[in-house]
């Protein structure tokens, strides 16, 4: 079966250091987004991609970068990680426009 | 710019009494409408969506939503909660056109059912 699988499941890191998420689908969808997901605010967006070599910046983009040099993978890029990123990440896909998300299980990111 | 709002961080229901979740959107045209659940350490589930068409929509686990333009709502109902009910609830609003589902989430409804 099709898959987005996100690793690591756990991460603590220190300020300042550079941590990357990866997210790896096997839906072969164009489509691929990052969220993170803070107790108060739901879900929101911090990058988005609409295929191999596009990005795009959501609303919470500042501090994070994202490539796409394949289908399958959207790694997200915390450049110097801040207390203000602990949170837990979601990477999710989809086929086309209006189609729903399928949702990795997320990776819980702790900066000490 | 779109919007959601669920206006219950908290619900408590007994098991077997009926549900409803509130969801309230914000767009300047037809929305995509989708509801979501999640399990405890678990990502996001589809539940039921909702692009065109009849505005009462079905589910997967018995659930159902109805859209109001009217009201610029899309509320979740289940007629009896089960105790595996039990997660949150993300109602999402997106945009239809473009090349991507881009969507926006409300902030959640946390379900507890009590036995």
């Known amino acids: 079966d099709a898959e987005i699988t996100q690793s690591p499941r756990h991460k603590i890191t220190e300020t300042g250091r550079q941590v990357t998420l990866a997210c790896h689908q096997t839906?072969?969808?164009?489509?691929m987004f990052w969220y993170r997901q803070d107790l108060g605010h739901g879900l929101r967006l911090i990058h988005y991609?609409?295929?191999?070599?596009?990005?795009n910046k959501g609303e919470v983009s500042d501090g994070y970068s994202v490539s796409r040099s394949n289908t399958e993978d959207l790694p997200l890029t915390l450049e110097s990680a801040a207390s203000s990123q602990t949170s837990v990440y979601f990477c999710?896909?989809?086929?086309?426009?209006?189609?729903?998300?399928?949702f990795g299980n997320g990776t819980r990111l702790t900066v000490t | 710019a779109q919007s959601v709002t669920q206006p219950d961080i908290h619900i408590t229901v007994s098991e077997g009494a009926s549900l409803e979740l509130r969801c309230n959107y914000s767009y300047g045209a037809t929305p995509y409408l989708f509801w979501y659940v999640q399990s405890p350490g678990q990502g996001l589930q589809l539940l039921l969506k909702?692009?065109?068409?009849?505005?009462l929509v079905q589910g997967i686990k018995g659930f159902e939503a109805e859209f109001k333009r009217s009201q610029s709502s899309f509320n979740l109902r289940k007629p009896s909660v089960h105790w595996s009910d039990a997660a949150e609830y993300f109602c999402a609003v997106g945009a239809i056109g473009g090349t991507a589902s881009k969507l926006t989430f409300g902030t959640g409804t946390r379900l507890q059912v009590t036995l």
């Open positions: 839906w072969n969808h164009n489509n």
């Open positions: 999710a896909s989809s086929e086309t426009g209006g189609s729903p998300l399928h």
């Open positions: 909702y692009f065109s068409g009849d505005t």
């Open positions: 991609s609409y295929g191999v070599q596009d990005t």
